[in-house]
């Protein structure tokens, strides 16, 4: 049976090696853990969430505080651009001011902010810090923030392509028949109002117009079946 003091002893010893190592940076326990994206590319002009989410060993209570700062990439002097305490504070001057909103929520562990109107000129370094008392030992991750302008770009999903490339030949096609067709009908208006007779070649021409409506006819309903097969493949 081992001695009253036995357990008591050994959990100060722990205590004491712990403390050493601590003191050493050899062994390093995080009870509160903060997590935040390190790179964000945003655009000018778009709203940009810098999203930060913590996890605390202990309840949230109103002792609770989030800070945010800025450091510019060409400078080594930071600045804190928001601050929360039961209510959200963000900063009244700087090139921040009136920018920058809260969107987390500190019972889901989440210590987002937003950058609204953002420019290049807010390109920097971004850190999130949590304390959470007892929990006031954390790491502080840092978030790279690239502001650029965003380029000119038509995206197309594969359906609507297939719809432009059949869509494009055919409505060609169907111009250039729809106009061979109005030609053809204002010779023959003319010729019959001069009590014209029409030749062999001219019958033979009316007999291709008709052939040319139906073909035009038929080609429309070819359009109208792909574009719908199109969209049903999108969906």
């Known amino acids: 049976m081992r001695p009253s003091g036995w357990a008591g002893s050994r959990c100060r010893a722990f ?18 853990e903060i997590k935040a994206a390190a790179h964000v590319r945003g655009y000018i002009g778009e709203s940009i969430k810098l999203k930060c ?10 002792k609770l505080t989030i800070d945010w700062t800025y450091r510019p990439p060409t400078s080594s002097r930071t600045e804190t651009i928001f601050h929360y305490q039961s209510f959200q504070y963000p900063t009244t001057a700087g090139t921040f001011r009136d920018r920058i909103s809260w969107v987390g929520d500190v019972y889901q562990g989440d ?12 390109n920097g370094t971004f850190s999130c810090t949590v304390k959470n008392p007892p929990d006031v ?25 297939l719809s432009i490339l ?8 169907v111009t250039l028949l729809l106009v061979r067709m109005g030609r053809k009908s204002t010779g023959l208006k003319k010729k019959s109002k001069s009590g014209y007779k029409k ?16 073909c035009m006819r038929r080609l429309c309903i070819r359009c109208a079946e792909c574009l719908d097969s199109d969209i049903e493949e999108a969906y």
């Open 111 to 122: 210590a987002s902010i937003s950058i609204s109107n953002p420019t290049m000129r807010d």
């Open 137 to 161: 030992h954390h790491n502080v991750p840092m978030t790279e923030l690239v502001v650029t302008e965003r380029g000119f770009v038509i995206q197309l999903s594969s359906a609507a392509l």
């Open 15 to 32: 205590s004491w090696l712990r403390g050493l190592l601590l003191f050493q940076g050899i062994y390093t326990v995080f009870s509160l």
């Open 199 to 214: 030749s062999s070649i001219e019958v033979s021409d009316d007999t291709d117009q008709g052939e040319d409506e139906n």
């Open 166 to 173: 059949v869509f494009i030949p055919s409505a060609v096609v």
């Open 53 to 62: 989410t913590f996890r605390s060993s202990s309840p949230v209570s109103d």
